[in-house]
């Protein structure tokens, strides 16, 4: 089985996620795991059965501009198995953020069949308190009603 070792022996891990929005949450994440990998991949998965609020090429944008400043994070989109985009990148670990009970037992099994089809294993990172409520799906929901959503995303600089 391939684990995602890489040559140098450099601690890649891959934070995959349909990230539409990309939250202070998801931000959080990254930011923590920086401590503990000495590159972060953010994977933005592409599903040709869902729309969503942004279009993958402006969230890869969006995030590239958020991270320029940083050479340990890289942004791409994927449209495969997470395990396959995390095998290419040398990543030996796929990198979750995990909000409730309820997202800990999904990520559970995510990360079981993960495992089996490929070795690489799944590091959990329990979000901050403060920011356990925010979830993509309900700023896309205030955004859709036209509410002030900035509170809950990072400020991305401009192009």
Same mark, same amino acid.
């Given at each position: 089985m391939n684990r995602g070792v890489n040559p140098r022996n450099i601690r890649v891990a891959v934070f995959p996620g349909s990230f @539409?929005?990309? $939250?202070?949450?998801? %931000? =959080?994440?990254?930011?923590?795991?920086?401590?503990?990998?000495?590159?972060?991949?953010?994977?933005?998965?592409?599903?040709?059965?869902?729309?969503?609020?942004?279009s993958v090429n402006e969230r890869v944008s969006r995030l590239r501009r958020l991270y320029a400043?940083?050479?340990?994070?890289?942004?791409?989109?994927? @449209?495969?198995? $997470?395990?396959?985009? %995390? =095998?290419?990148?040398g990543a030996a670990f796929i990198l979750r953020g995990v909000r409730s009970f309820r997202d800990f037992e999904y990520e559970r099994d995510l990360a079981d069949i993960n495992r089996r089809l490929s070795g690489i294993e799944t590091v959990i990172l329990f979000t901050e308190p403060e920011l356990a409520y925010v979830s993509s799906g309900m700023v896309r929901e205030l955004a859709h009603f036209n509410k002030d959503v900035s509170p809950f995303l990072p400020e991305v600089p401009e192009e």
């Amino acid at each position: 089985m391939n684990r995602g070792v890489n040559p140098r022996n450099i601690r890649v891990a891959v934070f995959p996620g349909s990230f @539409d929005p990309f $939250t202070r949450g998801h %931000a =959080s994440v990254v930011r923590r795991a920086l401590e503990l990998f000495d590159r972060i991949v953010i994977g933005i998965g592409f599903n040709g059965q869902k729309t969503g609020q942004m279009s993958v090429n402006e969230r890869v944008s969006r995030l590239r501009r958020l991270y320029a400043s940083d050479s340990r994070v890289t942004v791409e989109a994927y @449209d495969d198995l $997470t395990v396959d985009f %995390a =095998s290419r990148h040398g990543a030996a670990f796929i990198l979750r953020g995990v909000r409730s009970f309820r997202d800990f037992e999904y990520e559970r099994d995510l990360a079981d069949i993960n495992r089996r089809l490929s070795g690489i294993e799944t590091v959990i990172l329990f979000t901050e308190p403060e920011l356990a409520y925010v979830s993509s799906g309900m700023v896309r929901e205030l955004a859709h009603f036209n509410k002030d959503v900035s509170p809950f995303l990072p400020e991305v600089p401009e192009e």
